[in-house]
């Protein structure tokens, strides 16, 4: 798995990659549900997150993004199930987001290396108020335009892991708006996304443990990013990271795990690109919780 792991964190070297799809966190390891069903009851707890980030700050009209995740197994852990929630502004646009999770796994091995799959089913709620912005061209169609349009949707996943290692692959959203008149707009900012992800917890020493992550996003007609993530665990209490999402941004993690259910944690990163001349980088807050309702003295702790 380690070798696994490293090679594919180096092979990640040879892509260019730049802009932004779809929300973007720096937590993302933290909160995979969001983009993937299958994790839905992985964690072998009842577990909660709660996210939010503040982009590009002092930049006029940044992104604002929150997210909700909930999730937990089911039937002997065979099944999960959950649900996540977004809301995310940018400029003149919000989208409010709700979905439902549903998973299923099998176990693999007698290490207990696991196969799941899963699904979701929502809607995404999308406004865009276009009559407060400035405008230089009053013949633009869109000039003192509001437009309000719910599209559901599904999703589905597929996520492999065991107690040190992750892959998963996965697409929030399956379908695309219908392209019309009165929805490209809407149509051009609902293309399909799709995730890949993989990490693995490495061993260093009797305190000290080290955890790769990358994410990966393509979308049609988009660049793909990449965002890679290094951390270290020390004393089963501390997560201490870096980011770099290429050719945009760097940024420093940490995450303290307060007692044996809570987590809070902390992000900043900084772009690398044009934007550096124009905003103060990036902040996100993250808080987590798992209840475990198993009644035995030891747990195995969950690295992912």
Known sequence: MRKIVF?????????????????????????????????????????????????WVGFDGAPMSQWFSVHSPIANERLGIGGHFVNDNIGSRNRTAGYIDLSANIQLNKKHHRLAVGLSGGADFLSFDFTSLNVTDINDPYYGQRFNSTKPNLGAGIYYYGERHFVGISAPRLFEAKLDDANTLITNLNKRHIFFTAGGIIPLNSVVQFKPSTLIKYTPEAPITIDVNTSFLLYEKLWLGAMYRFHESVGINAMFKI?????????????????????????????????NFKKSIYNSPRYF
């Open 7 to 55: 090679t594919l964190l180096t092979g990640l070297s040879i892509f260019t990659v730049q802009a932004q799809q779809d929300e973007q966190s720096t937590f993302y390891m933290q909160n995979p549900l969001h983009y993937n069903p299958a994790y839905a009851g992985s964690r072998q707890s009842i577990s909660m997150v709660a996210l939010g980030r503040f982009q």
């Open 259 to 291: 007692k044996s259910a809570f987590q809070v944690g902390y992000s900043y990163d900084f772009p690398i690109n044009r934007l550096v001349n124009y905003q103060k980088g990036s902040h996100e807050v993250i808080l987590t919780y798992d209840f």
